[in-house]
């Protein structure tokens, strides 16, 4: 498992280029569940002192507007989505939370390969790319702060470069597989970004 | 699931039970959703993309379709967002299917257009049908 991680993180055009591609979704999918549910306890953690720390003094205390980003948050609720209850519900469905997505994931690239005809394997191709990607990028979770980022940023890299070397199609028409599903979710990302950073700025005065 | 000769562990599981699973852990998600925290959907009430440029997303009007299907108005579901509706319907139907499938009551279907290559007419078809939507999204004011 080691040695799999290392290899898609240091060499991924090698790695892909010499996976097995129709080799069953079930050590992927092993692969994955145990990196991304271990990983992703550890990045929860973090991120409940996170927001044990700033949450209770920023966000919970409705000195945000949360208005400003077109929500209309009731306190009850944001204080459960913060206390310690709900993190252990979201850590308990984790593993099915990651499945679901890693298969809606898959399909998504695998559909956007087939429109840009650069789908030259089958559907399994895609997935078992997908979840050594995702997997092995997950350990970036256990990182404090920056973790879930690098860690997203690594995986659109590495699925990019993989899904071009199994499928034996262009870079680019990866990139576009890859990218343009996650264009429109990057803006709302960004821009619920730009409305917390105008929101804090507000609340101290443009100091930050 | 079994060892192949690669030393792989082979999982061949059929995609009716895959996607029959998602689309009922969906369904299930969401159904929770609405029991357990009714008011967490009333009080989402904006799109951060149309908030921040003025222009609806290609989902906009999705939950106003829903409250209006759950109210029994298909016509006034399809005006708000037509794809997101025929898209749920389209679930639906294949989740009734997927479920068939998997209790032995009907055969698989595996249709030979939806295997690679994609024939072109699909292709450019299914961005068109995004891009024509999201179109009367803007124009329609949703």
């Known amino acids: ?208 | 699931m079994a060892a192949s000769e690669t030393g792989e562990l082979r999982a061949d599981v059929s995609p009716e039970i895959i996607w029959g699973s998602v689309g009922t852990f969906l369904l299930a998600g969401g159904a929770t959703l609405f029991a357990l925290a009714p008011r967490l959907l009333g009080r989402v009430t904006g799109c951060v993309f149309k908030a921040g440029t003025g222009v609806p997303c290609p989902s906009c009007g999705s939950t106003r379709a829903l409250e209006s299907l759950a109210a029994g108005d298909l016509v006034g579901a399809l005006l708000v967002n037509p794809l997101a509706v025929l898209a749920l319907a389209g679930g639906v139907v294949y989740l009734m299917y997927a479920w068939l499938t998997v209790a032995g009551l009907i055969g698989p279907l595996r249709p030979g257009w939806l295997t690679h290559p994609m024939p072109m007419a699909l292709r450019w078809g299914l961005p068109s049908i995004l891009a024509a939507n999201w179109l009367y999204l803007i124009f329609s004011g949703a």
């Open chain 1, 1 to 208: 498992m080691f040695v799999t991680v290392k290899d898609v993180l240091i060499d991924a055009p090698r790695t892909f280029a010499g996976m097995i591609r129709d080799g069953g979704l079930g050590n992927p999918l092993l692969f994955l569940l145990i990196l991304a549910t271990v990983c992703g306890w550890i990045g929860m953690v973090w991120g409940f002192l996170w927001n044990q720390a700033m949450g209770a003094t920023l966000l919970g205390s409705g000195a945000m507007d949360y208005s400003q980003l077109g929500l209309e948050m009731d306190p009850a609720m944001l204080a459960f989505v913060s206390s310690g209850l709900f993190q252990v519900i979201e850590a308990l469905i984790l593993p099915a939370l990651i499945l679901v997505v890693f298969f809606i994931e898959a399909a998504v690239f695998h559909l956007m390969l087939l429109i840009m005809g650069g789908a030259n394997q089958p559907f399994e191709t895609t997935a078992r790319v997908v979840a050594y990607a995702t997997g092995s990028t997950a350990v970036f979770q256990a990182v404090p702060m920056c973790g879930g980022l690098i860690s997203f940023a690594w995986a659109i890299i590495v699925i990019i470069i993989g899904l071009a070397h199994a499928h034996e199609t262009s870079v680019g028409r990866a990139v576009a597989a890859v990218l343009l599903p996650l264009l429109l979710c990057c803006l709302c990302c960004v821009l619920v970004l730009i409305f917390i950073g105008v929101g804090l700025a507000e609340m101290t005065g443009g100091s930050l």
